[in-house]
Structures are given as C-alpha cells and as structure tokens.
C-alpha cells in the first residue's frame, strides 16, 4: 500500500497518513501548474503507472495537479481510487473511496 502525496506539503505532520501506507510524494512543492500542463500530466502518469485499488491519494497542493492525479489514477485502476481527508478536529485522516463506475 501506497499514500501517494500529490505535492509535497513542507512541514505537515504525516504521521497519521503513514498508517496507510508507505508516503511518496508526487510533485515537490516547488513545483506548479503553468501555461502547460502536459509535462505534469507525463510525470504524473509515470509515477501513478501502479496506482491500485491498495493505494491512497493524499490531495494536497495546487488544484490543478491534484485534479490531474485524481484523473490519471482513476484511469489507472478503472475509473476507481481512494484518498484521504484529514479532518482537523480528529486530527486524523479519513479514507474516502471514489468509483465512477457505479
């Protein structure tokens, strides 16, 4: 199991997420959308090619990016990935699942 972070998030506690899996972190924070998005969408599918059913996105970072690998790991795993929401109360994370085959 993997907990895909979509952009790296400096300074955040992920000791919670670690409970899901071993972290890998997908863009660096220094990192942004801009007036193309092809190289993102290149570098996201290399690195989501194993995304499974298994594995989380932490969405975290610039929307655009975060929307991009929720699209190319639902391609992945059939239209299926599950991510998680922290909940700021809790102080934990939450797994949602989305399935766009239902």
Request: aromatic letters at 10%.
């Amino acid at each position: 199991m993997t907990v895909y972070i979509v952009q790296e998030m400096r300074g955040r506690d992920l000791s919670d997420a670690v409970t899901f899996g071993d972290i890998e972190v997908l863009i660096p924070a220094s990192e942004q959308a801009s007036f193309s998005t092809q190289p993102l969408i290149k570098q996201l599918t290399r690195k989501l090619s194993k995304f499974t059913d298994d594995d989380y996105l932490l969405l975290s970072g610039d929307p655009v990016i975060i929307g991009l690998a929720a699209s190319i790991a639902s391609r992945h795993n059939m239209g299926r990935y599950k991510m998680l929401k922290w909940d700021r109360l809790d102080n934990k994370y939450y797994p949602l699942e989305a399935n766009f085959n239902e």
